[in-house]
């Protein structure tokens, strides 16, 4: 079974502007996948419509097999695990600990279970010490990390991140891929970093337009100057896309 | 960044008025206020009373005077009502200092400051043993209405953040060379706090977004066990109980 699997989305704004015209892509279980696209291309629309916060003016959405429809939104949130861009729109609660447990909770996970659901999450992108203190103490990649967090305690089928390297210094940034890199579960990851697609994920997706222009490789649609020029996608000065590791996953 | 905000009025520790659960100490401190606020005004010794035994719970907190006479300032705007009551009063004057002041007003402005005062110490006392969110949370256990508890929950959490992005627009003025000096300067400040306003806004609708996206169906989960023995309730009632006592021989 497929983590994802959209087909045919279009969706308008209530005020009229489309911006998804048919997008169609699948995602296998444990692929690590990069949505590309230059501002304004509709990753984020897409992206709401992936947990039910947008309904589809046309086309499904299906995750793990479960469509996306109102009366499953319990079931489809649960497995669909959502990080903003801004970690403050994300830690909402008091300490990380409340915030980490919120979701499961919603779940119905109480008592000592939580703890331990909250725990092993924490355990996973490194912040355990950190359970106690409020968000606003931490830094600001720290705040992304237990973002990451509050959705791995729902052990969702699919991680779907929201331009994870933005704001990150380059040590904070090389921290999540290494934390991204350790986690055995499907990931959507959607960015302008192209360089910080290359080195997570072995397919990307280009959105343009409201729609899918590009499936590959990510090398190989990297490598793809005209591909790149035609969606406003471009490599930093000065990056070359550097030999393939021997034997590893990109 | 917010560092520095917090704790201002918490201070941690693990003393036993440390312990007693959220909800007992709240309900306590509302008790002690009533009772306070019930005693007649001319007992003079029984807020004596009161007071020692506000002093005796700020020891086993192990807060010190000098922690509760700083928060104190809070009251400074009702000393000051306070002090002017017997100057503008009506009625019977008598001379002090060689001031002629009204004796009813004397009496009202006594009396607004001893219960005031003894209220005041009860809240700090409150506040510097329990973490704010525990207060929300012992209020929720007290049936205060969850939406209210979740809207405090959040001023918590974004406090800070909305401070910060006010500090960041004071610095984009200033940087453009805009400093508030007199009241034609007033409409720039009106827009920032518009902008301000719209900001948290669209924030609170991301904020409920993230908290959609992970669940969230109109009500917090609870997830702290906030239940209270019986001892702890007593232990907490000893504070409005004497208090209590203390009154009814007031009134004999």
């Not at chain 1, 892509?25 to 992206?47: F, H, M």
């Not at chain 1, 992936?50 to 996306?68: C, D, E, Q, R, S």
């Not at chain 2, 009241?183 to 669209?202: K, M, T």
């Not at chain 2, 993230?210 to 232990?235: E, F, N």
Request: charged content about 20%; overall charge neutral.
């Amino acid at each position: 079974m497929k983590s994802l699997e959209v087909s045919q989305l279009a969706y308008a704004y209530p005020d009229g502007t489309q911006a998804l015209f048919g997008v169609d892509l699948s995602i296998g279980r444990g692929e690590r996948v990069a949505l590309l696209g230059p501002n304004g291309a509709g990753k984020t629309t897409l992206v709401m419509h992936l947990n039910g916060i947008l309904t589809p003016g046309h086309g499904t959405v299906h995750v793990a097999g479960v469509p996306v429809v109102r009366d499953r939104l319990k079931e489809v949130r649960q497995r669909v695990g959502l990080v903003f861009q801004d970690p403050d729109d994300q830690l909402f609660m008091p300490t990380v600990r409340d915030d980490v447990a919120f979701g499961p909770a919603n779940m119905g996970v109480r008592g000592e279970e939580l703890e331990r659901v909250v725990k092993e999450a924490l355990d996973r992108v490194g912040m355990l010490e950190a359970i106690d203190r409020p968000p606003h103490h931490l830094s600001f990649g720290q705040r992304r990390r237990v973002a990451v967090a509050t959705v791995l305690a729902m052990e969702p089928e699919i991680l779907v991140l929201d331009e994870p390297s933005s704001n990150l210094d380059p040590a904070a940034r090389r921290e999540l891929a290494e934390i991204l890199r350790s986690l055995e579960v499907t990931v959507l990851m959607v960015t302008h970093d192209l360089p910080y697609a290359l080195e997570l994920c072995e397919r990307s997706l280009i959105l343009s337009g409201g729609v899918i222009a590009a499936d590959g490789p990510t090398r190989e649609l990297l490598a793809d100057d005209g591909l790149l020029a035609a969606h406003r996608l471009e490599l930093p000065y000065g990056f070359a896309i550097p030999a393939p590791p021997a034997g590893g996953r990109g | 960044m917010g560092a520095g905000h917090r704790h201002q009025l918490y201070r941690p520790g693990t003393t036993p008025v440390h312990r007693l659960p959220a909800q007992c100490k709240l309900l306590a401190v509302f008790a002690f206020a009533i009772v306070v606020v019930a005693t007649p005004r001319e007992a003079f010794w029984a807020f004596g009373l009161y007071a020692v035994m506000l002093a005796a719970t700020a020891a086993a907190a192990r807060v010190p005077f000098s922690f509760v006479a700083r928060r104190m300032v809070i009251e400074i705007p009702f000393v000051l009502f306070a002090v002017f009551i017997p100057i503008i009063g009506l009625g019977e004057r008598v001379t002090v200092l060689g001031l002629s002041l009204s004796a009813e007003a004397l009496w009202a402005a006594w009396n607004i400051l001893a219960k005031a005062t003894l209220g005041v110490i009860a809240s700090i006392l409150l506040a510097a043993t329990t973490e704010p969110r525990m207060i929300l949370l012992g209020a929720q256990r007290l049936r205060l209405p969850s939406l209210l508890v979740q809207i405090a929950m959040f001023m918590l959490r974004y406090m800070d953040v909305i401070m910060d992005e006010m500090r960041r627009m004071r610095v984009a003025r200033e940087s453009r060379g805009f400093e508030a000096r007199n009241l034609r300067h007033i409409p720039v400040i009106a827009r920032s706090a518009g902008a301000l306003f719209i900001r948290s806004y669209e924030r609170g609708e991301r904020v409920h977004l993230a908290m959609l996206s992970r669940g969230y169906s109109g009500s917090m989960p609870i997830v702290h066990d906030m239940s209270a023995s019986a001892r702890q309730w007593l232990t907490a009632g000893a504070l409005p109980l004497t208090a209590l006592a203390v009154m009814g021989m007031s009134l004999l």
